[in-house]
Nanobody, 115 residues
Framework: QVQLVESGGGLVQPGGSLRLSCSASGSIFSTNTMAWYRQAPGKERELVAAMPSGGRVSISRDNAKNTVYLQMNSLKPEDTGVYYC???????????????????WGKGTLVTVSS
C-alpha cells in the first residue's frame, strides 16, 4: 500500500502564492507519475500539472523523497478548489510477493483564493 499526505493549502488573497506538498510513503518499488489535480466547487476533478513546466502554476518533484510540489503564484479566485495528489507506480504486495501497479489519491487539501 501507498500513503499520500498533502499539505500547504489554505486561504490566500488574490495575487498571493502557495506551495503545496505531497509525500508518498509505504511499500513503494518505483514511482511512475506524481501529479496534481483540482476539483473546484460544483465541477469535476481536472488535471492541474503532471510534468515540470514554467508558468504561473508549476510542478516539481524530489524523487529521493518521493515528494511532489505545486508552486502556485499570482493566484486567482478561479484557482479555488480541493487539490489532490495523484501517484502511480509499483508497490510491493506481500500477499502475492510481487510488485503491483496501482494508482492512489491523496485526501486533498483545500485552497481558497479570496479577498
Amino acid at each position: 500500500q501507498v500513503q499520500l499526505v498533502e499539505s500547504g493549502g489554505g486561504l490566500v488573497q488574490p495575487g498571493g502564492s502557495l506551495r503545496l506538498s505531497c509525500s508518498a510513503s509505504g511499500s513503494i518499488f518505483s514511482t511512475n507519475t506524481m501529479a496534481w489535480y483540482r476539483q473546484a466547487p460544483g465541477k469535476e476533478r481536472e488535471l492541474v500539472a503532471a510534468m515540470p513546466s514554467g508558468g504561473r502554476v508549476s510542478i516539481s518533484r524530489d524523487n529521493a523523497k518521493n515528494t511532489v510540489y505545486l508552486q502556485m503564484n499570482s493566484l486567482k479566485p478561479e484557482d479555488t478548489g480541493v487539490y489532490y495528489c495523484y501517484w502511480r507506480g509499483l508497490y510491493w504486495d506481500p500477499k502475492t510477493a510481487t510488485n503491483r501497479g496501482m494508482d492512489y489519491w491523496g485526501k486533498g487539501t483545500l485552497v481558497t483564493v479570496s479577498s
